[in-house]
């Protein structure tokens, strides 16, 4: 079974940042989309970037130009460079695979203290 791990969440000051990565243990260039998801408490799960196979990228409005998205193929690991961060950013922070259906990691939780 083809699991998804995230890692690198933690505690970090207001314009601090954080990199998180998402290890699958398959060939990540078998899913047609791997992305970072992000769930505040007592909200819904939102889509935070995407990176497609054929390698276009895209990011919420609320991330763009202080997060970014990017991919090692040879580790099956999808990153998620944070910067900026600011307290609204605090959420549990999936990783998921998208082939016939989504695959997801446990979640790590990103707290950005003001």
């Known amino acids: 079974q083809v699991q998804v791990v995230e890692s690198g969440g933690g505690l970090v000051q207001d314009g601090g940042s954080l990199r998180l990565s998402c290890t699958v243990s398959?060939?990540?260039?078998?899913?047609?989309?791997m992305g970072w998801f992000r769930q505040a408490s007592g909200k819904q799960r939102d889509a935070v970037a995407i990176i497609r196979s054929g390698g276009s990228i895209s990011y919420g409005d609320s991330v763009k130009g202080r997060f970014t998205i990017s991919r090692d193929n040879a580790k099956n690991t999808v990153y998620l460079q944070m910067n900026s961060l600011k307290p609204e950013d605090t959420a549990v922070y999936y990783c998921g695979a998208f082939s016939a259906g989504w695959l997801w990691g446990q979640g790590t939780q990103v707290t950005v203290s003001s």
């Open positions: 398959s060939n990540i260039t078998s899913f047609a989309i």
